[in-house]
């Protein structure tokens, strides 16, 4: 439920005395987003009074139910940073129009195909030790005809930037991914792709602009692939064996990838190599269910919508994510939270959160990068 006090929105490009390097003078602004998410569903949170015992009665203090799948969340993320954005998704069955009910009351043009065997319900169980186990449906098997009713629905757009978010449904074939990006590349578009599993090693052979993996998803791309082995547990030795691997997958498929890593920050390399490192905000961690999708919207919103540069585009990805992560649930956050994070990391109040450089010693002995901007935060106790 959004918050009375966050009603007014604003456009996170407003922060006061924003500096002139933050904006990229090639980057166009403005442009229209087209968010398509094949595998919608309905999130029902239960919050339990005690620690979860299986096999037996739990009863729920009480329940929150949201949208519940990754388009939905960047739809509508995109949308409260002042973006143009429309939402194509299958509906129909007992859930299908209370999904799209949560992006059309956020003023979201939702173009959707009616199926039989409608939308999925997910849900998540959260005890009062704060263990989430959840429980989500497959989705689908969704029709071919209405498959292709809604390929053609979403292939009609005139939107600049294409995003392509979330599972594949039973019904629909794995490569799906591919043939969107491909339509995307023919006709100009920015494509987005942020799935995971075979999909996104399939839909990365038609070379998406962006994929933002987690490092776990990264991990496994690259076990599938045989591109790199297994990351290490040691965390340094990790950092560099990810990083080392977004370089390869950058170049490979002449993708930019945006690496996050959770409470470790993330990585972001374009096709040249370039490397940005950013750690993530010091918050409490509340809720951890679409902080993903929040650091995705925040990041094309501030490249494509307002023209800002990779670096800064990351700084305000990393304000999006640890302002989602301090609500509960599925629950997202305004523009003007992430504004005031933003605002935070720009301007310091009594030295509470600071960027300092990392050692360059800490890259030494491996392939050399053009590391565009190292930095991560510290905050003082």
């Known amino acids: 439920m959004r ?3 966050d009603l007014k929105i604003k456009d996170f490009s407003d922060i006061p005395e924003l500096p002139d390097e933050c904006f990229d003078a090639n980057m166009r602004k403005k442009q229209k987003f087209a968010v398509l998410s094949l595998n919608p569903g309905i999130d029902r949170a239960l919050y339990l ?7 037996t009665m739990n009863r729920a203090a009480r329940s929150v139910t949201t949208q519940g799948s990754k388009g939905a969340n960047v739809a509508i993320m995109l949308n409260r940073l002042g973006c143009d954005v429309e939402y194509y998704t299958f509906g129909g069955g007992e859930f299908g129009d209370l999904s799209n009910s949560f992006l059309t009351r956020e003023g979201i043009r939702v173009h959707s195909v009616d199926t039989i065997c409608g939308v999925r319900m997910n849900t998540k169980v959260i005890d009062s030790e704060c263990v989430c186990t959840e429980l989500n449906e497959r989705g689908g098997v969704f029709l071919s005809g209405e498959i292709v009713e809604l390929t053609e629905l979403f292939m009609a757009t005139d939107a600049d930037v294409i995003c392509l978010c979330g599972s594949i ?4 074939e794995k490569d799906v991914y591919k043939v969107f990006t491909e339509f995307g590349k023919s006709t100009g578009k920015t494509v987005v792709l942020d799935c995971d599993g075979e999909a996104l090693a399939l ?15 990264l991990e496994n791309l690259g076990l599938s692939t045989g591109l790199f082995e297994k990351f290490s547990t040691d965390p340094d030795e990790r950092l560099r064996e990810v ?27 374009n096709p040249q190599g370039d490397v940005i490192f950013r750690e993530s905000m010091k918050v409490r961690l509340i809720g951890f269910s679409g902080a993903g999708d929040t650091f995705l919207s925040g990041y094309i919103a501030a490249r494509f919508d307002k023209g800002f540069t990779e670096e800064y585009a990351l700084l305000c990805a990393t ?3 640890a302002m989602k992560v301090v609500l509960e649930g599925s629950e997202l956050p305004e523009a003007t939270d992430i504004d005031e994070a933003i605002d935070r990391i720009l301007h310091p109040k009594n030295e509470e959160y600071k960027e300092i450089p990392i050692e360059e010693t800490l890259l030494e002995g491996i392939e050399p990068w053009n590391i565009k901007k190292i930095c991560h935060s510290e905050t003082k106790k």
Do not use: F, W
């Open 3 to 5: 918050r009375e006090r």
């Open 243 to 269: 990083t080392e691997a977004c370089v390869k997958v950058a170049k490979r498929y002449k993708t930019t990838v945006i690496c996050t890593r959770g409470a470790d920050g993330s990585v972001h390399v």
């Open 169 to 172: 449904p039973q019904g629909v």
């Open 49 to 55: 009074p005690s620690p979860m015992a299986a096999g």
């Open 203 to 217: 839909g990365l052979t038609a070379n998406p602009d962006i994929i933002k993996p987690n490092e776990y998803e």
């Open 319 to 321: 304000a999006a994510g």
